[in-house]
Nanobody
Framework: QVQLVESGGGLVQPGGSLRLSCAAS????????MNWYRQAPGKQREWIST???????YYSSDVKGRFTISRDNAKNTVHLQMNSLKLEDTALYFC????????WGQGTQVTVSS
C-alpha cells in the first residue's frame, strides 16, 4: 500500500505560478511512473502530465509549455511547477502512482481568479 499526499495548492491570480508537491509513503518498493491529473466541476478527470522512472516527461496539450513535472527520488516526491496560470486551470489536482496498482492522492485545490 502506497499513500500519496498532495500539497501546494491555493489561490493565485491569472499569470501567476504555483508549485504542487506529491509525497509518497508506505510500502514503497522502488520507483514508479508518476502522474498528475485535474478535475474541474462539471468536467471529467483530465490527465495533464507524466514522468517515468527514467525521467521522460509528457504533457497534455492544455498545459504543455506552461507546466513542468519533476521528481526527487531521494524524497519520494514528485512536483508540478505551474506557470502562466489561466482561469481554466482552476481544478482539484491529483497525483497518481503506478505501482503494482494505481494509487491516488486526495487532491489539492488550485483556484485561479482575479
Amino acid at each position: 500500500q502506497v499513500q500519496l499526499v498532495e500539497s501546494g495548492g491555493g489561490l493565485v491570480q491569472p499569470g501567476g505560478s504555483l508549485r504542487l508537491s506529491c509525497a509518497a509513503s508506505g510500502n514503497i518498493d522502488g520507483l514508479y511512473k508518476m502522474n498528475w491529473y485535474r478535475q474541474a466541476p462539471g468536467k471529467q478527470r483530465e490527465w495533464i502530465s507524466t514522468i517515468t522512472v527514467t525521467n521522460s516527461t509528457y504533457y497534455s496539450s492544455d498545459v504543455k509549455g506552461r507546466f513542468t513535472i519533476s521528481r526527487d527520488n531521494a524524497k519520494n516526491t514528485v512536483h508540478l511547477q505551474m506557470n502562466s496560470l489561466k482561469l481554466e486551470d482552476t481544478a482539484l489536482y491529483f497525483c497518481a502512482a503506478d505501482a503494482a496498482t494505481r494509487f491516488w492522492g486526495q487532491g489539492t485545490q488550485v483556484t485561479v481568479s482575479s
